[in-house]
């Protein structure tokens, strides 16, 4: 496997500097974070949702789970809930199923991205497959996603 061609050429194209990490098969955060040796506060997890009939983006540390009313409040939506992967399996065809990248620019989707992840100069996430993860800057993420930043995240125990 390697990062989908859609993924790489949109970074190359934006001149990112990022580093592409290969690891054993991992389905969840704290199995990547594991894999990768780096702490599940470090990996950024992307967590889909449906606010008032929209989906959309939520990124949140891998040791975190989003607060789905705090998020609601921030988007100022009537409704939020977790989105069924039958809905948003469509959207990334080129990435393994969960294993999608928080570049929901590439995607046409609003990416809302917990203040948490911001402390850190780094950001680590699926490559769009289950063994790959990319490692940039997060000011280099930051613009090119242009998340709406807010505190939406509770940690996990």
């Not at 500097?17 to 594991?34: E, W």
């Not at 609601?72 to 989105?83: C, D, F, P, Q, T």
Request: hydrophobic share 45%; net charge negative.
């Amino acid at each position: 496997m390697s990062i989908p061609r859609h993924i790489s050429e949109f970074l190359d194209s934006q001149h990112i500097c990022y580093q592409h990490c290969t690891h054993s098969l991992a389905y969840t955060a704290q199995g990547i974070a594991h894999a990768q040796h780096v702490s599940g506060k470090h990996l950024a997890k992307v967590v889909m949702i449906v606010a008032d009939d929209s989906l959309t983006m939520a990124v949140v540390p891998g040791n975190h789970r989003v607060d789905l009313q705090r998020l609601g409040e921030l988007m100022a939506a009537g409704s939020v809930r977790l989105a069924s992967e039958e809905e948003f399996k469509g959207l990334f065809p080129d990435c393994e199923l969960g294993a999608m990248p928080p570049l929901g620019n590439l995607y046409k989707l609003d990416v809302w991205v917990d203040a948490a992840l911001k402390d850190h100069p780094h950001i680590l996430f699926n490559a769009g497959t289950h063994s790959e993860t990319i490692l940039m800057g997060f000011a280099d993420f930051d613009r090119l996603v242009q998340p709406r930043l807010g505190t939406f995240s509770v940690l996990m125990h």
